[in-house]
C-alpha cells in the first residue's frame, strides 16, 4: 500500500511500514541517491531512509559560523560524539572540535557540502597491487574490478550528475566528453599555470561536480565563493539532494524519509534480512520491511550499523564473518602551502579550484616511498577561519598590524593543496567506543588511525611540491603548517571493501554482501585503495554500476 504525501518536502509517495517494499536504501548521499534514482527507476518501490533532515534550497545560508562553526549541516557533538585514539593500545578520548569523524547529515549527505572535486580514479588505481607488489604490513591489494568495467558508469556521473570539464594531460580514456565546459578560470588557476610551466609541469581544467552551464534543467553556477560546508542555493552544485533525488522522487516508487536514524537491521534464521529498525524524528522506534536493503550510510556509519546489527547468527555484526567490517579505514592525504602576491587575487569568489595538476600521480620508487596524487591552487578559507589560522605562523594574533595583515593578505593569497594516497592498515579502523554513547544511547563512533610512514613521506613530498609551485608562480612569501599524522576523518574509505574471497572482504564485485545474499553495501566503505584522494565521483561510478548489477538480480529473482 502507498499513499500519496502532500506534506513532504519532495514529490514522492508514503509507504507503509508494514508494507514489505522492494528496497530500503540507508542514506542518501553521493551513493544512496544515485541508488534511489536507479532503482526507482527501474520500477522497484524504494524507501530511503537518511538520518538527517531534508533542507530545501531557500534554507542554505551563507552563514559561516553556523556552516562551519555550529554545524547547521553536520551532527552536532554534543549529540553525536566521536573519539578518537592512535592504536588499540591507546585510551580514546572525545573530539568536539573538530571532532573524529566529520560527514554532513542531511538529505543529500556530504554531497551537499563539499567542495567538488570529481577526479576520475585511473586505470592503475585498480591494479597497483599488481604492477608494484605488495607492501609488508598492509592491506594493500587489486581491485575486484578494472578501470574499463567502471568507465561506462564515470561516463552517466558526468553527464547525469553533472560534471564540468576539459580532459587534461594524461587523463584516461573516456566514452564521451564532459557534458559542459570547465568553470572560468580563477587567479589561483592562472598562477598555477604559470608556475608549473616554468617548472616542466601540466596543469589543466579541474573537473568539478558543479555546472558552468545549464544542465539537466539545472542552473548554472553563480560564483557566490560558498562552497565547502555549504549547500547550493540554486542547484549548481550537482549533489544528490540537487541531481538524483529529485529524479527518484519524480518516478512516484521512492518516498525519502528524512530524520530517520537506523539503529539496526533484522535478519531471519535463514540469514536474510527482513527488516529496517529506526528512530523517527520524535524519537519512536519504526521497522521498515524490505525483500533487500542496500547499505549507503558512509564509510563511518556503514560500518557501526553493520556492528549494532548483531545477532547469535552474526555474532561479530551483520555481514563480518571475514573480521573486516570497519578495518582497512583510509583517509586520504592532504597537505597545503600558502603563498603571498603582490596584487591582489580575491580567491574568496568563486569556486575553490579551477586547476590541477596530474604530473605526479604514480607512484614513483624514486621517491623513496608508496603514493602518488594531485595538486590544485584553491583559497580554502572563509573570513572567521581565516583569521584564527589563515596568517603566517610568525604574524602578531593581535593588534593593529594583525589587523592590516588580514585586510591585505586576504584578498592576496591562495593555497597550493596536495591530494595524496593512504595505504590500507589492519589496526586502522572505525568501531563502536564502549564507554561513550550518542543521545540515542548507541556506541560512539570511536576513529582507531596512525598513518603509515610511506603516507607522510609522501604528503610531505607534495607539500615541498606545492612551495615550488608558488615560488614558481612569483609569489612573495610562502609559508606552510608541518605534515601532521591525521585525527579527523573526512574521506571515509575501506571500512567494508570489496573482494572475490569471502575470508578477506565484506562484499564482492557487485556490491553483495558475501554473508547475505539480499544485503549490499555501497558507498565509500566499498574502496579496496584510496586513490588519489577526491573520491565522491568514484563512489557514485560504483553506485550506477552496482545499481545494474542489482536491478539484473532482482529481475531475475536472485535476490
Same mark, same amino acid.
Not at 527488516?275 to 542496500?294: I, N, P, S, T
Not at 578559507?381 to 598590524?401: C, H, I, K, N, S
Given at each position: ?17 508494514? *508494507?514489505? !517494499? @522492494?528496497?530500503? +536504501?540507508?542514506? #542518501? %548521499? &553521493?551513493? $544512496? ?121 564515470? *561516463?552517466? !556521473? @558526468?553527464?547525469? +550528475?553533472?560534471? #564540468? %570539464? &576539459?580532459? $587534461? ?123 533487500? !536493503? ?266
Amino acid at each position: 500500500m502507498r499513499v500519496r504525501n502532500n506534506a513532504a518536502p519532495g514529490a514522492g509517495v508514503r509507504f507503509q511500514t508494514r *508494507t514489505e !517494499v @522492494d528496497f530500503v +536504501v540507508i542514506g #542518501s %548521499g &553521493a551513493a $544512496g541517491g544515485v541508488l534511489a534514482k536507479e532503482l526507482s527507476s527501474a520500477g522497484f518501490s524504494v524507501v530511503v531512509l537518511e538520518q538527517g533532515p531534508y533542507l530545501r534550497p531557500s534554507q542554505f545560508r551563507h552563514d559561516e559560523l553556523g556552516g562551519f562553526y555550529n554545524f547547521d549541516l553536520l551532527p552536532k557533538p554534543s549529540d553525536f560524539p566521536t573519539t578518537f585514539r592512535k592504536t588499540e593500545k591507546d585510551e580514546a578520548t572525545v573530539q568536539s572540535f573538530p571532532p573524529s569523524v566529520l560527514y554532513a547529515k542531511l538529505v543529500g549527505g556530504s554531497s551537499v557540502h563539499f567542495t567538488a572535486n570529481y577526479w576520475r580514479f585511473r586505470p592503475i588505481d585498480f591494479v597497483e597491487r599488481s604492477r608494484i607488489g605488495g607492501i609488508a604490513g598492509t592491506g594493500f591489494a587489486d581491485w575486484p574490478i578494472t578501470y574499463p568495467e567502471l568507465e561506462p558508469y564515470y *561516463t552517466k !556521473v @558526468d553527464w547525469e +550528475v553533472g560534471v #564540468s %570539464g &576539459a580532459p $587534461g594531460p594524461g587523463d584516461p580514456f573516456r566514452s564521451r566528453p564532459y557534458p559542459v565546459p570547465p568553470l572560468p578560470v580563477k587567479s589561483s588557476g592562472v598562477l598555477l599555470e604559470q608556475g608549473a610551466r616554468k617548472l616542466g609541469l601540466h596543469a589543466a581544467p579541474a573537473p568539478m561536480a558543479i555546472l558552468s552551464r545549464p544542465h539537466n534543467h539545472r542552473a548554472s553556477c553563480i560564483h557566490c565563493g560558498f562552497c565547502m560546508f555549504f549547500g547550493c542555493e540554486v542547484g549548481a552544485k550537482s549533489s544528490s539532494l540537487a541531481s538524483m533525488i529529485p529524479l527518484a522522487e519524480a518516478t512516484g516508487r521512492c518516498e525519502i524519509r528524512p530524520e530517520s536514524t537506523v539503529f539496526r537491521i533484522e535478519t531471519n534464521a535463514a540469514g536474510r534480512v527482513t527488516q529496517v529498525l529506526y528512530w523517527d524524528r520524535d524519537g519512536r522506534e519504526q521497522a521498515q520491511r524490505a525483500k533487500a !536493503v542496500v547499505v549507503s550510510a558512509n564509510g563511518a556509519e556503514t560500518a557501526r550499523l553493520l556492528l549494532l546489527s548483531e545477532s547469535s547468527r552474526f555474532p561479530g555484526g551483520l555481514a563480518n564473518s571475514s573480521g573486516t567490517v570497519g578495518k582497512y579505514l583510509m583517509l586520504n592525504g592532504y597537505c597545503t602551502a600558502y603563498g603571498y602576491f603582490e596584487q591582489p587575487l580575491n580567491e574568496y569568489k568563486s569556486v575553490q579550484v579551477t586547476r590541477v595538476i596530474m604530473d605526479y600521480y604514480d607512484t614513483d620508487p624514486a621517491r623513496g616511498c608508496y603514493g602518488g596524487g594531485g595538486i590544485d591552487a584553491r583559497f580554502d578559507m572563509y573570513p572567521v577561519l581565516f583569521g584564527l589560522g589563515g596568517l603566517p605562523g610568525d604574524a602578531p594574533q593581535w593588534g593593529p598590524e594583525y589587523k592590516r595583515m588580514l585586510a591585505e593578505y586576504y584578498t592576496h593569497t591562495m593555497a597550493v593543496a596536495g591530494h595524496s594516497t593512504s595505504l590500507p592498515l589492519l589496526s586502522n579502523s572505525i568501531s563502536l567506543d564502549p564507554k561513550v554513547k550518542d543521545k540515542y544511547g548507541r556506541p560512539a563512533l570511536r576513529l582507531t588511525y596512525k598513518d603509515h610512514p610511506d603516507d607522510l613521506k609522501i604528503l610531505r613530498f607534495f607539500q615541498d611540491r606545492c612551495k615550488e609551485l608558488l615560488d614558481a608562480a612569483g609569489a612573495k612569501r610562502v609559508w606552510a603548517n608541518p605534515v601532521r599524522e591525521q585525527n579527523v576523518a573526512v574521506h571515509l574509505l575501506g571500512t567494508c571493501r570489496m573482494g572475490d574471497h569471502p575470508g578477506e572482504s565484506v562484499v564482492d564485485k557487485y556490491h553483495r554482501a558475501h554473508d547475505v545474499r539480499n544485503l549490499f553495501v555501497c558507498d565509500g566503505s566499498s574502496f579496496v585503495t584510496s586513490g588519489r584522494g577526491q573520491p565522491t565521483m568514484t563512489i557514485q561510478a560504483l553506485a550506477f554500476r552496482a545499481a545494474d548489477h542489482i536491478v539484473r538480480f532482482a529481475r531475475r529473482g536472485d535476490i
